[in-house]
């Protein structure tokens, strides 16, 4: 069955970085966008970052632009998120996200996008 496994939290200073990585198993990692989302406590999960098949297209969403990076290892079956330049406001569970298309990574920049789920990994940013 399908797996995306989230990797990389924590809890680092506020300034600081961290990259988390998933891992996807039982699909065909080239034929899906792959994406991060995030969930602060008592929020709604809301969209990060995605990013084409391909990997030569990203879409970021503006609180995190300029700061965080989507990338992905089409021979690993990974995507990637670089965190730079963490705030107190970036608190929350990152979850990563697959979609089933060849077309734009835009198609999964809400959650009903997508088609599997990881389970998530805490990251706090202590002020």
């Known amino acids: 069955q399908v797996q995306l496994v989230e990797s990389g939290g924590g809890l680092v200073q506020v300034g600081g970085s961290l990259r988390l990585s998933c891992v996807a198993s039982g699909l065909t990692f080239g034929n899906y966008a792959m994406g991060w989302f995030r969930r602060a406590p008592g929020k709604e999960r809301e969209f990060v970052a995605a990013?084409?098949?391909?990997?030569?297209?990203?879409y970021t969403a503006d609180p995190v632009k300029g700061r965080f990076t989507i990338s992905r290892d089409n021979a690993k079956n990974t995507v990637y998120l670089q965190m730079n330049s963490l705030k107190p406001e970036d608190t929350a569970n990152y979850y990563c996200?697959?979609?089933?298309?060849?077309?734009?990574?835009?198609?999964?920049?809400?959650?009903?996008?997508?088609?599997?789920w990881g389970k998530g990994t805490l990251v706090t940013v202590s002020s």
């Open positions: 996200a697959a979609r089933h298309t060849t077309g734009p990574e835009t198609s999964l920049r809400t959650p009903d996008g997508a088609d599997y």
């Open positions: 990013i084409k098949w391909s990997g030569d297209s990203t």
